[in-house]
């Protein structure tokens, strides 16, 4: 069954004020939960990826610890975890960063890529790209030949993709634009 991208952003949920007043959350877990949604998520970002030589997909904590393994899966690759401080056992690196509604950091382990891969970093949501961007820092730590850079929707408005425009060796796509 072939899906069409207006089916998928009807199965997303909006959640107004979450989770501060003012941010409207676009809820991706109902994608997740209904089969074919699933299912043509997972066929869209393989046929998206199949050719690029990916030997590690990157999904960053935690919606893009869902659709990562999947992909990763599918690919032939291997998961590495970006996750927040405190959750990764082993050595790891880390990068602080601004988002539209605080601060965080995310961290790598410290062995998780090296110089000889290619590397699909994933999330659910590209909207003022502040996590993406700390995340592809970590990985242009760990020196891979390549990174793309994936999201399930992109927040056009927020002009998220700003912030990787001055990178050339990242490439960013999305399935879906809101």
Do not use: W
Not at 39 to 52: G, H, I, P, R, W
């Amino acid at each position: 069954m072939i899906m069409s991208k207006e089916t998928l952003i009807k199965n997303i949920r909006e959640i107004p004020d979450f989770p501060i007043p003012g941010i409207l959350f676009y809820d991706v877990t109902t994608l997740f939960k209904n089969p074919e949604c699933l299912q043509e998520l997972s066929d869209v970002m393989y046929e998206m990826y199949k050719d690029k030589g990916i030997t590690k997909v990157v999904g960053i904590e935690s919606r893009g610890f869902i659709m990562g393994p999947i992909l990763a899966t599918r690919l032939g690759a291997g998961f590495v975890p970006i996750r927040k401080p405190g959750k990764l056992p082993a050595e790891t690196i880390e990068e602080s960063y601004d988002k539209e509604y605080g601060k965080d950091v995310v961290q790598i382990h410290k062995d998780a890529l090296d110089e000889n891969d290619v590397v699909l970093l994933h999330d659910d949501l590209l909207a003022t790209g502040g996590t993406m961007k700390a995340a592809c820092e970590l990985v242009k730590k760990l020196n891979p030949k390549k990174t793309y850079v994936n999201f399930i929707i992109e927040l056009k408005e927020l002009n998220g993709k700003a912030v990787f425009e001055d990178d050339k060796n990242v490439e960013v796509e999305s399935v879906l634009t809101l």
